[in-house]
């Protein structure tokens, strides 16, 4: 099983910048593909961005030009930094990933919050 522990979620100004975190239990060479989805208040999850074992990235439509995926293998970790941010950027965010086998996992997900 892979175990997903999501840091860096808080409160940051509109226009501010932030980087998650996300660490793997296990080497991220064992998964395919890791990414970030989020969801604010009332409304449905959505994607962010994702990043395969490839560094092969998708980013979701609101956040293209101002977010970054990348993945550090010697700490089992994917980060996403993200700029220019937004009120509407709000929400909990929730590291996903998937393996070879086609199992996937959440995280529990982290609080960003965006004041303007």
């Known amino acids: 099983q892979v175990q997903l522990v999501e840091s860096g979620g808080g409160l940051v100004q509109a226009g501010g910048s932030l980087r998650l975190s996300c660490a793997a239990s296990?080497?991220?060479?064992?998964?395919?593909?890791m990414g970030w989805y989020r969801q604010a208040q009332g409304k449905e999850r959505e994607l962010v961005a994702r990043?395969?074992?490839?560094?092969?990235?998708t980013y979701g439509d609101s956040v293209k030009g101002r977010s970054t995926i990348s993945r550090d293998n010697a700490k089992n970790t994917v980060y996403l930094q993200m700029n220019s941010l937004k009120a509407e950027d709000t929400g909990v965010y929730y590291c996903?990933?998937?393996?070879?086998?086609?199992?996937?996992?959440w995280g529990q997900g982290t609080q960003v919050t965006v004041s303007s």
């Open positions: 990043i395969t074992v490839g560094r092969s990235t």
């Open positions: 296990l080497t991220i060479h064992s998964i395919d593909v």
């Open positions: 996903y990933a998937r393996r070879d086998t086609g199992f996937e996992y």
